[in-house]
């Protein structure tokens, strides 16, 4: 080992591990809303148990280093800077009231574990929730991979309602196969479908159940690409739109007039490279998500209590306040 590389292997260990979790967040090897700002805030942690910082100045410059390649990883999922700025308000208000270096360190810990472990409360809360709204017989149809989603039919399975689920495959990243392989798992009925066969089976769906990646103030909801032309599908056919989403799902920002930012992947994970080779001077567009507008949903599925869509700005006023706070994070 080169004596470079043990500066840094020594000095900035923390930073490495927190570029590699940015970089598992970034290529997917994290993914989905929760888990992601979940992943992100035990970045945090990491940085509190190994900065070598000799004061508190440097340690919260530490913290907001780590907290902006966390940040910067992928766009759209608001979970992940409400995950970061949960254990930031904290730990500044903590600095802010005096605390020393220890102190802010274990502040840091303690409510990144918080975090981490309200998350799993929520997602099990929603299922709670969201369970009696499923009926005996039910056949819900599901987009991607949503562990909240999941939380939902999967309790309702678990109350002994016989369900029988339809999963899209979702392209481009099929995480569809990640849905029906829990599923199966459980011993739920489960068929896996196209994503343009929704429609097809539309007529004989009770219920269409996603997760979100987002929520903006005014109900409307970003998931994964494809939930939107699902839930028109739906509302055309009159069946039930129903969102499973955590209240860090819900994004302050938008009440302060901000868009949510729609990611675009790369053009590989549609097509190979022979393909873009073979076709030069072809677009290739990859959106990973998309708006479902407040009118297409029935409900959103909050470990709070459900709410209509038009109630976001309700939850967004409780969790955040009215204000969006512009103080400097990372
Ligand atoms: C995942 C996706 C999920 C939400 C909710 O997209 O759109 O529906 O993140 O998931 P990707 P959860 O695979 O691109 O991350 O309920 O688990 O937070």
Known sequence: MGAVFQFWGEKLSFLRKVEKIAEDIKTMRVRGAARIARTAVEGLIITAEESEA?????????????SKILVSARPTAV???????????????????????????????????????????????????????????????????????????????????KITVYATETRPRFQGHITVERLVREGIDVRLIVDSAVNYYMDGVDKVIVGADAVASNGAVVNKIGTSLIAASAYLSGVNFFVAAETYKFSPETTAGRLIEIEQRDPTEVVDREFLKKNKGVKVLNPAFDVTPPQHIDLIITERGIIPPQAAIIILTEVFGWFVEEEDMY
Request: aromatic letters at 6%; one cysteine or more.
């Open 79 to 161: 979970s992940l800077p409400n995950g970061i700025r949960y254990v930031m308000k904290r730990v500044l208000k903590a600095y802010r009231d005096g605390a020393k270096l220890e102190e802010l360190r274990e502040e840091t810990i303690r409510v990144g574990r918080e975090f981490i472990q309200n998350s799993f409360k929520a997602i099990e809360k929603i299922g709670e929730i969201g369970a009696r709204r499923i009926r005996d017989g039910d056949v819900i149809l599901t987009h991607c991979n949503s562990s909240a989603a999941l939380s939902v039919i999967i309790t309702a399975h678990r109350q002994g309602k």
């Open 54 to 66: 000799k004061n508190e100045e440097e340690y919260l410059k530490d913290l907001k280093i780590s």
